[in-house]
């Protein structure tokens, strides 16, 4: 009787025929960093678009050992790493590699006089979509 997990001898099993798959476009795969990127982004710039001129958001992460981070620009690396850019609590540059899953900003308004130039959060890729 033919046993298909006895490997110790010659396999006859049945041979899985090979062949190529069309091309499909792919969607969107939320398991991956750019899907997350793409999410923080659309939040990020859709506060931005609705404040006030004499306000502007400050986005800290706050890792799970340190000090907070003011981040100022955001980027990923597939299949799961977020990089935050910014400066550390004394104001230096500082760039913080991590999971995806570790990410975790937090976002505040602050009042600016109207004559300071507002910071903007900066997303060093373009989005998938081309937006």
């Known amino acids: 009787m ?60 706050y890792p799970s050992a340190g000090q907070p981070i003011l981040v100022t620009s955001v980027d990923f690396q597939n299949p799961s790493m977020i990089v935050l850019h910014g400066l550390d609590s004394m104001g230096n540059e500082c760039c913080v590699l991590t999971h995806m899953t570790s990410v975790q900003l937090v976002v505040r308004v602050m009042k600016v006089d109207q004559q300071t130039k507002r910071r903007r959060i900066g997303f060093l890729r373009k989005s998938p979509s081309g937006k």
């Open 2 to 61: 033919f046993n298909p997990f006895d490997l110790s001898g010659k396999f006859t099993g049945v041979k899985i025929p090979r062949y190529s798959a069309p091309s499909l476009a792919l969607p969107s795969n939320y398991k991956l960093a750019d899907t997350f990127y793409e999410q923080i982004r659309v939040h990020i710039e859709a506060m931005q678009k609705n404040l006030k001129k004499n306000e502007q958001l400050l986005i800290y992460h």
